[in-house]
């Protein structure tokens, strides 16, 4: 009967640990979960960041070049 109860003490004892070691998989899981998202979040921000960077470069670029084309047409018609 001792022996019984020890058994079923035992396999108690691993189900519970099973399910804290399930418990534990399903954290990190979740945390691995929420790294990607934050990873996604970042990459997303870093690329609007980018658009942005390569807007203003080009708006620069295009306004020097209007400027250098004035430049030459109001040299053109000074003579």
């Keep these: ?35 990607l998202l934050l990873l996604l979040f970042l990459f997303l921000l870093l690329l609007l960041l980018l658009r942005n960077v390569s807007a203003l470069f080009f708006l620069h670029s295009t306004k020097f070049i209007m400027s250098r084309k004035y430049d030459a047409l109001f040299r053109l018609t000074l003579g």
Excluded: Q
């Excluded at 035992?10 to 790294?35: A, G, K, R, V």
């Design 1 to 35: 009967l001792l022996l019984l109860l020890l058994l079923l003490l035992s396999l108690s004892l691993l189900l519970l640990l099973l399910l804290l070691l399930l418990l534990l998989l399903l954290l990190l899981l979740l945390l691995l979960l929420l790294f």
